[in-house]
C-alpha cells in the first residue's frame, strides 16, 4: 500500500530512555527527510539526506540524532527526550535531481511518540 | 529563510460548495508549491502541485493558482464532497533545493 513504512507506530518512553525510530523506503528514491508533526504546527522539517550525505539539519537539539546508513533506511536515535517532543513524527522520501527537481514527497505512516 | 502562512486555519463548507485556501510566501526566489491532503489518521499525500512560470493549473475538481507578484498561491475545491474532509498543507520550495516549507494546515470539513 505505501512505499514508505516507518515503525513503530506508536511510542511511550520515559526522559531518560533511548529508543529509535526506523523508515523504510522502497521507491528507489536517492533523498530522505524527518519532518516533526505537532499540534496547530505547520510540519517542521528536521532533516534531510541526499544520496545518504546530510544536507539539512533544520536547528534540531541534539537529543534527536539522525542516521542514515544506505538511501533506503533512515533511523531516528532520540536520548533523553523532553515531553515538548511528543508529536508525530513522518519520514519521506523522493527523487532528488537538482535543480529541475519534482519535490514530491512520499510520507510514511509516522511514529506517535509520547514522552513521560 | 523562506516563510508560509496559510488560512484560514479552519474552513466549514456545505457539501457542494467551493472551498478556497490561501497561502503567502515570502521568499521571492520559491518556484515550486505542492499542497497535500492528509485525513485522520492518515500520512499527508500530494494532490496537486504547480511551478513558478505556470499560473494555473487544474485537475478534475482541485485547482492551484499563484500569484508571483503578490507572492501567493491558492487551492480551490468545487462541488466539495464528504471526502474532501482533511487537513489541507500548502508549501513551497526554494530554489533548486529540496526543502519544502509547510504552511500551517487548514482543518476543511464538507457537511451534509
Known amino acids: 500500500e505505501t512505499g514508505v513504512t516507518q515503525t513503530p507506530r506508536h511510542l511511550v518512553m520515559g526522559m531518560t530512555n533511548k529508543k529509535s525510530l526506523k523508515c523504510e523506503q522502497h521507491?528507489?528514491?536517492?533523498?530522505m527527510y524527518w519532518y516533526k508533526q505537532s499540534a496547530k504546527k505547520p510540519l517542521e522539517l528536521m532533516f534531510v539526506y541526499n544520496f545518504k550525505e546530510q544536507t539539512e539539519n533544520n536547528s534540531v537539539p541534539s537529543r534527536f540524532s539522525p542516521e542514515c546508513p544506505n538511501s533506503s533506511h533512515l533511523f531516528l536515535h532520540l536520548h533523553t527526550l523532553q515531553p515538548e517532543d511528543s508529536a508525530l513524527y513522518l519520514c519521506?522520501?523522493?527523487?532528488?535531481?537538482?535543480?529541475?527537481?519534482?519535490?514530491?514527497?512520499?510520507f510514511g505512516s509516522g511514529t506517535q511518540l509520547s514522552v513521560l | 529563510g523562506e516563510n508560509v502562512e496559510q488560512h484560514p486555519s479552519t474552513l466549514s463548507v456545505q457539501e457542494g460548495d467551493s472551498a478556497v485556501i490561501k497561502c503567502t510566501y515570502s521568499d521571492s526566489a520559491s518556484n515550486y508549491f505542492p499542497w497535500y491532503k492528509q485525513e485522520l489518521g492518515k500520512r499527508p499525500q500530494l494532490i496537486i502541485d504547480i511551478r513558478s512560470n505556470v499560473g494555473e493549473k487544474k485537475d478534475q475538481r482541485i485547482a492551484v493558482t499563484l500569484n508571483k507578484t503578490a507572492k501567493h498561491f491558492s487551492l480551490h475545491i468545487t462541488e466539495t464532497q464528504p471526502e474532501d474532509s482533511a487537513v489541507y498543507f500548502c508549501a513551497a520550495v526554494t530554489g533548486g533545493g529540496n526543502k519544502l516549507t509547510f504552511g500551517t494546515g487548514t482543518q476543511l470539513k464538507v457537511e451534509l
Open positions: 521507491l528507489g528514491h536517492n533523498a
Open positions: 519521506a522520501s523522493s527523487q532528488y535531481r537538482g535543480s529541475l527537481t519534482n519535490e514530491k514527497l512520499f
